[in-house]
């Protein structure tokens, strides 16, 4: 009998082992930047550093939708990998779905009605069979079959909703677009929309749809109405139907173990001036912990007081959870919420009671500014973590291989310069680091230990305000003052752009578009270009009349919306004759920071000139964007930078192990994913910004098979 019962269980266990051989050890990448912790973490290994030096390409998808000829198109897009299917965002702002181990194509919409937009990628929800996509492009937010990219049909009108519904106001503009991947809790999907970041721009409301139904579950006001708490902070009276933007174009993240909604607020608009929204202009630049299931505030954090400089947040909050030291020696695991800013700070706050893990000073700062403005005396700065970019940049910053040099010093010797949050003025102001960071969008990743790798950069950017030139009457002479009045903030009094190429140069543009298709990029918008549809025709027309060299004689009347009597003079990225930037290297960075300590574990530059390093300079890192992922594996990977490569890092030095050129720069976040017991790393290669190419290539590399 006792040899039978031996006999019986080796059979068993021999079944078992066969079983485990043929099984399928599947990992998703289920949601934006991983899950809902937006922690871009995975707990797989098989790609280490013992063998990472192996990967290879293993299939390229070609999304369609590039353009080859301006490079103007993008792709931000961090997919989504779900059952062993990848869904992603082609450079034409399409939907997809194809298989997540070899590339083939399943579904791709053909939508016409996505102008205007840039997408980060796409959300799923699932309920038994019921299995959705939720896309954002244009004014729509789209509910798609996950099986088929087919509209439901059930949700909204025909399978969408209209974002502008439920958040216009007095004189706003039309642009509104939900271009990163929105938040789902339970049976309702959380929205953040990105508006325009001028005058004109529509409110920045948080809200709740039913996912069935796209019916309106709750609101939250981040500009609050008469009676609502924060109301005092917004000066003079009625901010709702003056006032537009403090909007979480960014992303949330959620613990759903305890319903909360960590949301991110922009700045109110516009951007460079308050002098119409007086006060510290809650909830604008905050922390928000909201309840998810009803939208009620739990707590707020502001992270810079009456913005005049657009330092919002760029990225998603990261949820981890670190270990402290208590009064009496003892560690004590706190569940934490962690902000990275554009000035290179990081707030670390308890996820429960918003309390601050480590002190935040109240510091001074410039009160200087226009004629009708009134800074903030104080602004926030933690102590710790460490800043992860330098803070100020000073006549002795300017790079010592910069062409020009001595000139470039006797220019910052006049300007204003050398601390943060130092007012506009006529006079040319530095920002440093750059007016979209320090941290960008990609945001940072986070490990079990505790540990937020970030990705930054580190180029001055330079503005002024100028006031806008009306006659007594109210009106402008057309085309030339119509231009500068509404463009010449982006593309430049002189119609050239700007050095990188994120605001291209017009001087010939009837070489590359017709009329009729400058018309229309000025009605819908295009790419980060906000639509003009609420200025008048006139108005439309006079501009393209200039930009043709056709003369408008009569004046044309601004649009009464139109308050503000200062403009910026442009996003200035500072370089130098060579294209360089001026400030002294490096000018992209990745570090390491120990949230559990508060200090910096490493850091080191991110990407390379070539040419510079051939010469024999260390490596520089360059300008980025898109963010890392971390695995289980000790690795850090990301692409992100303009030299058109992805990288793989140790976690725990920093040291690169390897890295691999792309077909475009990698203007995104990777993930990673296995399928059939095999682990892959995929980037979306876009380009199309600092003057790189566009691509539409979808990159997956795994393990050689040696």
């Known amino acids: 009998m006792k040899i039978r019962i031996l006999l019986i269980s080796c059979v068993a266990v021999v079944g078992i082992l066969a079983a485990i051989q043929t099984m399928r050890f599947d990992a998703d990448w289920p949601e934006y930047y991983g899950d809902g912790a ?4 995975a707990s797989l290994d098989q790609i280490n550093g013992d063998n990472v030096s192996r990967l290879k390409i293993a299939w390229i998808y070609e999304s369609g939708g590039s353009d080859t000829v301006r490079n103007r198109t993008q792709i931000q897009c961090n997919p989504i990998i779900i059952d062993g299917i990848l869904y992603g965002v082609s450079a034409d702002i399409q939907a997809f779905a194809i298989e997540a181990a070899t590339g083939k194509p399943i579904w791709k919409t053909r939508l016409d009605d996505n102008k205007g937009t840039t997408s980060r990628g796409v959300t799923y929800w699932a309920e038994g069979d019921d299995k959705r996509i939720f ?22 009108h025909e399978g969408r909703i209209n974002l502008k519904t439920g958040i216009g106001r007095p004189g706003a503009d039309n642009y509104v677009t ?27 409301d948080i809200r709740a749809f039913d996912v069935r139904t796209g019916e309106l579950a709750w609101t939250f006001h981040t500009i609050p109405a008469k009676g609502e708490p924060g109301y005092e902070t917004w000066l003079p009276e009625n901010p709702r139907e003056r006032i537009g933007a403090a909007n979480p174009w960014m992303g949330m993240a959620i613990d759903r173990q305890r319903g909360i909604l960590y949301a991110p607020t922009g700045s109110a ?4 001036y308050g002098g119409d929204r007086k006060g ?3 909830y604008a630049n905050c922390l928000l912990a909201l309840d998810a299931a009803t939208g009620k505030k739990l707590w707020h954090y502001q992270l810079v007081r009456h913005d005049i400089w657009d330092r919002d947040p760029p990225a998603p909050p990261n949820l981890l959870t670190i270990t402290r030291k208590t009064s009496d020696g003892k560690n004590e695991k706190i569940d934490v919420v962690a902000v990275v800013t554009k000035q290179g700070f990081t707030f670390v706050f308890d996820r429960v009671t918003g309390l601050p893990v ?7 700062f410039p009160q200087t500014a226009v004629d009708g403005e009134e800074a903030s005396p104080a602004q926030p700065v933690p102590r710790l973590p460490e800043p992860f970019t330098r803070q100020s940049f000073t006549p002795k910053d300017v790079n010592a291989f910069a062409a020009g040099r001595d000139s470039l010093v006797h220019i910052v010797q006049n300007t204003n310069t050398g601390q943060p949050y130092t007012p506009l003025t006529d006079r040319v102001t530095i920002l440093y680091p750059g007016s979209d960071g320090g941290a960008q969008w990609g945001g940072a990743a986070t490990d079990p230990e505790g540990v937020l790798y970030v990705p930054a950069k580190e180029i001055p950017v330079y503005m002024s305000l100028v006031r806008r030139q009306l006659s007594a009457s109210g009106s402008a002479s057309a085309g030339k003052s119509q231009y500068e009045f509404y463009c010449a903030a982006c593309h430049g009094a002189d119609l050239k752009g700007n050095h990188d190429g994120s605001y291209p140069s017009l001087s010939e543009i009837h070489n590359r ?13 295009r790419g980060m270009m906000p639509s003009f549809s609420h200025i008048s025709r006139a108005e439309r027309d006079a501009i393209v009349g200039f930009l043709f060299n056709n003369t408008v004689e009569e004046p044309v009347e601004i649009s009464q919306t139109v308050r503000t009597p200062y403009r910026h003079t442009g996003y200035n990225r500072w370089y130098d004759r060579n294209g360089y930037p001026v400030s002294s290297p490096p000018w992209g960075t990745l570090t390491a920071i120990d949230l559990n300590t508060g200090e910096h574990r490493w850091q080191i530059p991110l990407g390379e000139y070539r040419e510079l390093t051939e010469r024999g300079i260390p490596r520089t890192g360059t300008d980025n964007y898109g963010g890392p992922i971390v695995t289980a594996g000790g690795l850090v990977f990301i692409a992100a930078t303009r030299d058109e490569k992805i990288r793989a890092f140790d976690r725990k030095t920093g040291r690169m192990l390897w890295e691999h050129a792309l077909p475009a720069a990698g203007y995104a976040t990777p993930s990673t994913y296995q399928v059939n017991g095999r682990q892959y790393i995929v980037i979306a290669c876009g380009g199309g910004k600092l ?11 795994c393990l050689d098979s040696d």
Do not use: C, M
């Open 38 to 41: 937006r922690s871009h973490y």
């Open 135 to 156: 896309f954002g492009a244009g004014p729509w937010l789209h509910a798609l079959d996950a099986k088929t990219g087919k509209p439901v049909e059930s949700f909204g």
């Open 178 to 204: 939900s271009n990163t991947p929105n938040t789902i809790y339970k049976n309702l999907i959380i929205v953040g929309v990105r508006v325009s970041e001028s005058e004109t721009a529509l409110l920045g």
């Open 269 to 272: 608009a516009p951007d460079f």
């Open 280 to 282: 510290d202009n809650l």
């Open 358 to 364: 480590f002190p935040i000073e109240e510091k001074p």
């Open 513 to 525: 578009l017709t009329r009729d298709q400058v018309i229309q990029v000025l009605q819908t918008g």
């Open 691 to 701: 003057n790189t190419k566009s691509g539409d290539q979808y990159v997956a590399f």
